[in-house]
């Protein structure tokens, strides 16, 4: 049985899927007193959960400007994709031919979401996508790994939010099973092929062009709210 989340961990979770399902744009800011309002939390929650975030590099925080979605330049975009590359070689090496049967039905498990998401549409496949290389990573037993995989797989969904080109999201799934079948193989040189072929793919077609966010962050954050469970009027 998992531990119960803290406030201050749903609403960094809500506000994570918010970011990386492109609700809350890049530039977007955040304001305490809107976030505490809308997911009824207090501000220390919030400023918890801002932190997290911070962390994982998907907000800036500044002194008398507050919090506002993070911004990647394309300088920035080089680097991210640079250092992306050489993280999940070393995520494949370490995971080609050890996942059980387990870890093979986890990840399956994970494209089927994908594959839903993809058939109904919206933002939530966008995600799911970043998360399967997130859960590659945990697969490995690597905390200092995930760690860094977790925050550069974020960043780059940053950078694709803000330089977004068009590709064929069916694509990138039959991908992610691809590399889940040379893992299994234990074929490492296939599964490392495969894997910086789909991350040189990434970088230049991702479906990330969504549509202009419509109503104000106030109704984005309830949506997500909503979501997790937190609503205004369960009160503080």
């Known amino acids: 049985m998992e531990p119960k989340q803290s406030r201050a961990d749903l609403v960094y979770s809500a506000l994570r899927e918010a970011i990386l399902e492109q609700a809350l744009r890049p530039g ?3 304001s305490e007193d ?38 990647p330049t394309a300088e920035d975009a080089r680097d991210i994709f640079a250092l992306r590359r050489m993280l999940e070689a070393e995520v494949v090496h370490r995971l080609a031919g050890q996942l059980s049967e387990r870890d093979c039905g986890r990840l399956r498990a994970h494209v089927e979401q994908e594959k839903q998401a993809q058939s109904v549409g919206g933002p939530a496949s966008i995600r799911l996508a970043g998360e399967f290389h997130i859960l590659l990573a945990e697969l490995t037993g690597s905390p200092s790994l995930t760690r860094f995989v977790r925050e550069i797989v974020s960043r780059g969904s940053l950078i694709l939010a803000r330089f977004a080109r068009d590709h064929s999201s069916e694509c990138a799934v039959d991908e992610h099973e691809r590399i889940i079948a040379a893992l299994q193989a234990g074929d490492t040189s296939a599964a490392e092929e495969l894997m910086l ?25 309830k949506r997500y709210a909503e979501r997790r469970g937190l609503l205004a009027s369960t009160g503080r």
């Not at 929650?45 to 979605?69: C, T």
């Open 28 to 30: 977007t800011k955040l």
């Open 34 to 71: 809107v976030i505490a309002e809308q997911f009824a939390v207090s501000r220390t929650s919030v400023r918890a959960a801002l932190q997290q975030l911070r962390g994982d590099g998907l907000i800036e925080l500044q002194a008398n400007k507050g919090a506002s979605v993070s911004e």
């Open 197 to 221: 072929r789909h991350l040189e793919a990434v970088a230049v077609r991702a479906d990330l062009q969504a549509p202009p966010t419509r109503g104000d962050t106030a109704d984005i954050l």
